[in-house]
Every structure is written in structure tokens, then in C-alpha cells.
Nanobody, 121 residues
Framework: QVQLVQSGGGLVQAGGSTRLSCAASGSIFSINAMGWYRQAPGKQRELVAIIFTSGSINYADSVKDRFAISRDSAKNAVYLQMNNLKPEDAAAYYC???????????????WGQGTQVIVSS
């Protein structure tokens, strides 16, 4: 019902930059938030950045001042600009949408397919 398609990422040198994009489509009635999570091998998935419909933004402490999340509400898209990348940023990054497909359905998390970010030192 809701599809999230990600693009971007890949191999980046330490200190470099890359940008992730995610576009949502399908039966979207409302969106509470869109964000990015990441999961490194052997670790739990963690929140990287989230932007709420209100405009409020939260970042993981580890990426503050280096990453920037933005959203295009008209396109139901979210972006993550990643600067000054470090080897510890290497992970699979997942786009997330928290929303509803109708006015009476429960808030649901939807996920993108994931995209790998590899940081070479």
C-alpha cells in the first residue's frame, strides 16, 4: 500500500559526502514523520535522523553537525545529506515513514529497501 524507494549512497571516502533520497508513494492518507535509520553488521537498527510534519527534527548525537535531513512534502520525499563521513557511519541505511493509509487506520511504520553506505578510510 505504501512504497518507499531509496536512492543514493555507495562508496565514499572518509571525510567525503553523499546524499540519500527516498520517495514515498501509494495510499498515503497522512504522514507523521519521515526519517532515516541505519544498521551496521552485528548491530541493532538505530535512528539517524527524523523530521516530523510539524517541522521538528531530531538527530542521533553521533551525526549532529554532520548530517542534515530535509523533506519535500509535495513529493512525499525525504533526503539525508551526509557530510564528513567517518568509517563508523558505514551501514545499511533505511528510509522510514510513519503514517496512515486512511483516517481510521493505525499509525504504521513503512520502510525502504535499504541502501548501503561504505566509507573507505
Amino acid at each position: 500500500q505504501v512504497q518507499l524507494v531509496q536512492s543514493g549512497g555507495g562508496l565514499v571516502q572518509a571525510g567525503g559526502s553523499t546524499r540519500l533520497s527516498c520517495a514515498a508513494s501509494g495510499s498515503i492518507f497522512s504522514i507523521n514523520a519521515m526519517g532515516w535509520y541505519r544498521q551496521a553488521p552485528g548491530k541493532q537498527r538505530e535512528l539517524v535522523a527524523i523530521i516530523f510534519t510539524s517541522g521538528s527534527i531530531n538527530y542521533a548525537d553521533s551525526v549532529k553537525d554532520r548530517f542534515a535531513i530535509s523533506r519535500d512534502s509535495a513529493k512525499n520525499a525525504v533526503y539525508l545529506q551526509m557530510n564528513n563521513l567517518k568509517p563508523e557511519d558505514a551501514a545499511a541505511y533505511y528510509c522510514n515513514l510513519l503514517g496512515r493509509t486512511t483516517s481510521v487506520t493505525a499509525l504504521t511504520n513503512y520502510w525502504g529497501q535499504g541502501t548501503q553506505v561504505i566509507v573507505s578510510s
